[in-house]
T-cell receptor
Framework: EAQVTQNPRYLITVTGKKLTVTCSQN?????MSWYRQDPGLGLRQIYY???????DKGDVPEGYKVSRKEKRNFPLILESPSPNQTSLYFC??????????????FGPGTRLTVL | GQNIDQPTEMTATEGAIVQINCTYQ??????LFWYQQHAGEAPTFLSY????GLEEKGRFSSFLSRSKGYSYLLLKELQMKDSASYLC????????FGSGTRLLVRP
């Protein structure tokens, strides 16, 4: 089944404790992206990747890191989480040909709480 | 820059028709997407417009006017399961989302 998976789905952590949220897709998509969703603010892009070893900042990259060593995986790293990073996070992917014309496929979401 | 406006909330009755509007400003247009999102779940793709006019997909239709920076999503024969948020998004290398319109369908 074609899908985007994320782990963990739920995470409660404490300020400053490094964490990684994994994202994997099995559709051979070039483009992958991370979003956070907060009430009243909608979906905001954190980072995106056009292909392996190519990443770029989205609209709200502060406090996050990403890597793209393999085509299928795009982990999101919070080196020192803070309470303002409490949010619902979505990973997404799409094929890169005809860049803007393709729908993105979203993972199920990761609900992160930083105490 | 890019900007998208949608109403925050709408209410409609089961079996009725509802139109959700989206206005946008962008320097380069690469299509407009509509997504549906149930509370706590991932957005799912509904429709895509790149040319002016109406695209119909069953109970859902989406309209685009590029000259007016305007789109709408039309939902017919509303069902209770249509209660969700509807997200308008500008296409491109970075998909830019509006804040979404929360639709409540009442019996």
């Amino acid at each position: 089944e074609a899908q985007v998976t994320q782990n963990p789905r739920y995470l409660i952590t404490v300020t400053g404790k490094k964490l990684t949220v994994t994202c994997s897709q099995n559709m051979n998509h070039e483009y992958m992206s991370w979003y956070r969703q907060d009430p009243g603010l909608g979906l905001r892009q954190i980072y995106y990747s056009m292909n392996v070893e190519v990443t770029d900042k989205g609209d709200v990259p502060e406090g996050y890191k990403v890597s793209r060593k393999e085509k299928r995986n795009f982990p999101l790293i919070l080196e020192s989480p803070s309470p303002n990073q409490t949010s619902l996070y979505f990973c997404a992917s799409r094929p890169e040909r005809l860049a803007g014309l393709n729908e993105q496929f979203f993972g199920p979401g990761t609900r992160l709480t930083v105490l | 820059g890019q900007n998208i406006d949608q109403p925050t909330e709408m209410t409609a009755t089961e079996g009725a028709i509802v139109q959700i509007n989206c206005t946008y400003q962008t320097s380069g247009f690469n299509g407009l997407f509509w997504y549906q999102q149930h509370a706590g779940e991932a957005p799912t793709f509904l429709s895509y417009n790149v040319l002016d006019g109406l695209e119909e997909k069953g109970r859902f239709s989406s309209f685009l006017s590029r000259s007016k920076g305007y789109s709408y999503l039309l939902l017919k024969e509303l069902q209770m399961k249509d209660s969700a948020s509807y997200l308008c998004a500008l296409g491109g290398y970075k998909l830019i989302f509006g804040s979404g319109t929360r639709l409540l369908v009442r019996p």
